[in-house]
């Protein structure tokens, strides 16, 4: 038998070993769980002292779990984090309901980016993908404190209404509100000098937190304001109205939705999207019904007979009644989708309706 060469088997060894080291490397993020914060701080401030990243996730969050089987696994993202100690935090376990009141945790997923002493340097919420996510963690480790970056920036440009707005919304993220409120009242008063579409998302941000204080009628207030601003087309008037009547929908503000619609249709009588929003929103609230169908009428044509358009179209007509219109608007509907189960289902609907009622008036519009 032939005797292996020293030099290959010192070859193999390697292999041997690297294959090991490899092995022993982790397949995804080392989170720690179900430890104390200050015993996570105190293990950061460990020589050498690390920052601290953590995710405060649910496990009926389905974003959290697209973060642990498309981010947290790959190479590049557990080779950035390696300095960092990383901490999840499942918000719904009772010992953790402290931490989740102390960093005003509201959405899911949000990652909070700490110094070693556990204080927050900056945060970021929602799903990221992977090149995202390494973006945003490179960033943070560039800015460090972007409070204190964005604050003395601030200082400098004191009515630049873009650093006025992020500045009140990290604010509000945080759960200072007495700041986040001053700043957002401050760019309220740049509206007839300032970006209107920023100065329009301070305004929504104000809304959004006296909605959550329970003032509801200050809510709907600053929106229909925000609506006001756009009288003549500008370049940003139909993202920052959209933006609103968006707003208005998740405050149950029909008549402030109808009113933004309308000032969408003034800005462009052929926009497909404000003349249907203005149906639907009619149609939910059994308001201005005939106006509506005309306008439906009308999105219907702008937007080339879209499906949804002319399904939203029969629901309207349904509302007032005329089922027969109902029914031939949904049958166009079908048409484009014929595999739409909930289109076939209404369209039985108003079937049925016009089989209890066979003497309905068939000559309104």
Not at 37 to 55: G, H, K, Q
Not at 274 to 303: H, K, N, P
Request: glycine share 6%.
């Amino acid at each position: 038998m032939k005797k292996i060469p020293q030099r290959l088997l010192a070859v193999l060894a390697l292999l041997i070993l690297a294959g090991n080291l490899r092995a022993a490397e982790p397949d995804r993020v080392p989170w720690l769980e179900d430890v104390p914060f200050p015993e996570v701080v105190s293990r950061a401030r460990t020589e050498p002292a690390r920052p601290i990243l953590i995710d405060f996730y649910a496990r009926w969050c389905k974003p959290c779990k697209l973060l642990d089987v498309m981010v947290y696994n790959e190479e590049e993202v557990i080779t950035e984090l390696r300095d960092v100690l990383t901490f999840k935090v499942d918000i719904d376990k009772p010992e953790y309901a402290d931490l989740k009141r102390k960093f005003h945790i509201t959405v899911l997923p949000t990652l909070v980016w700490l110094d070693e002493h556990g204080r927050e340097l900056d945060r970021f919420t929602g799903y990221q993908n992977k090149d995202e996510f390494l973006a945003l963690v490179r960033s943070i480790r560039q800015d460090g404190d972007i409070l204190h970056q964005l604050s003395a920036r601030q200082a400098q440009r004191p009515e630049d209404p873009g650093l006025l707005f992020e500045l009140a919304r990290r604010h509000a993220e945080r759960g200072d509100t007495v700041r986040a409120q001053v700043l957002y009242r401050r760019l309220m008063g740049l509206r007839f000098r300032g970006d209107s579409k920023v100065v329009t998302d301070g305004m929504l941000g104000l809304a959004a937190m006296e909605e959550k204080a329970g003032r509801h009628e200050q809510a709907r207030g600053l929106a229909r304001r925000a609506a006001a601003m756009y009288s003549a087309p500008d370049s940003t008037a139909r993202a920052a109205l959209m933006a609103v009547a968006e707003f208005q929908y998740s405050l149950r503000d029909t008549g402030g939705v109808l009113g933004t619609y309308r000032a969408l249709i003034d800005l462009d009588e052929t926009d497909p999207m404000a003349l249907a929003g203005y149906m639907r929103a009619a149609t939910l609230a059994g308001r201005d019904l005939e106006q509506a169908t005309r306008y439906g009428l009308r999105a219907s044509v702008y937007s080339n007979q879209d499906a949804r358009v002319m399904a939203d179209l029969a629901r309207c007509y349904a509302r007032r009644d005329l089922y027969h219109k109902a029914r031939r608007w949904m049958d166009k509907a079908l048409q484009k989708d014929p595999d739409n189960r909930v289109y076939q289902a209404e369209r039985d609907g108003f079937v049925r309706e016009l089989e209890q009622r066979p003497w309905q008036n068939r000559g309104r519009r």
